[in-house]
């Protein structure tokens, strides 16, 4: 494992740790060259997925990008990095043994991320379908609102005042 710090190929393990799931372990390392500290994070990959975009491009599949359009999406919101860690693996964990093919289609992706979003914070789910599924009007907002089921958690809802916002 190549150090961050001093691009060192010479380095050693001190702690392994598997997530609560096992669905990665996280290797703490020493570099033997500079001495730095720093983390690794294994998964499995049992196949690399390609994403068909609804223009028909294709493209790798990226961890990283669905991260950071869920975090976007959760922004302010009541859930954390590991929820949302939790989130992704489980949605690459499901395209890769719930497919057969090694192509996934965007939108599939994006039900999936929908779907989970919905379960997990209902305002985070309605900010990324706004924008997965490219709202244009203030009826697209409220057609979708309308569809979720409320919270039975004796929240009282306080109307806006029937004024001027600006």
Known sequence: MRCPYCNSTDSRVTDSRPDTEDAIIRRRRVCNQCGAKFTTVERVQMRDLMVRKNSGKLEPFDRE????????????????????????TSIHRRLETETA???????????????????????????????????????????????????????????LPKTSLF
């Open 65 to 88: 990008k669905l991260t950071r359009s869920i975090k976007l999406a959760c922004r302010n919101r009541d859930v954390g990095d590991e929820q949302i860690e939790k989130l992704v």
């Open 101 to 159: 093919d090694d192509t996934v289609s965007s939108a599939m992706v994006g039900q999936m991320v929908s779907d989970s979003l919905l379960n997990l914070d209902p305002i985070a789910f309605v900010r990324f379908v706004s924008v997965y599924r490219k709202f244009s009007r203030i009826s697209d907002f409220k057609k979708i609102i309308d569809q979720i089921p409320e919270a039975d958690d004796g929240a009282s809802v306080c109307p």
